[in-house]
């Protein structure tokens, strides 16, 4: 048996942790699923043990989103990771309308 997936949110909206959550438990109900309120506490809690998903809100983020990723990247660096945004998308960024689908296409790869 594969071990539960560890799944890392950064998200403001509560609506969006619900909608992984939910997603989650019915895909693979012992996936384990961590919500923070900031790039900081995401950052600590990257340095506890990888993470196989990383969901962030870039406009949670902030400025210290790219030292996130980065962070990420080098602590968990087969974790798939994905940036969501309202607005203006830079590159490689999602809008929130993709949440679902992408969460379905990252939890069969990751």
């Known amino acids: 048996m594969t071990r539960p997936r560890k799944v890392l949110t950064v998200f403001a909206a ?8 939910r997603l989650c438990r019915s895909l693979e109900p012992a996936s384990q699923v961590t919500d923070v309120a900031s790039a900081t506490d995401a950052v600590l809690t990257l340095l506890t043990g990888p993470m196989d998903l990383v969901l962030v ?3 949670l983020a ?4 790219g030292a ?3 962070h990420a990247q080098r602590s968990a660096p087969r974790a798939k990771l994905a940036v969501f945004a309202g607005g203006a998308l830079a590159p ?5 309308s993709q949440l679902e689908a992408t969460l379905l296409a990252l939890l069969a790869r990751a």
């Open 14 to 21: 509560r609506g969006h942790r619900d909608t992984v959550r």
């Open 57 to 59: 809100d870039a406009g």
């Open 62 to 65: 902030g400025d210290l989103l």
């Open 68 to 70: 996130l990723l980065r």
């Open 92 to 96: 490689g960024w999602l809008p929130w």
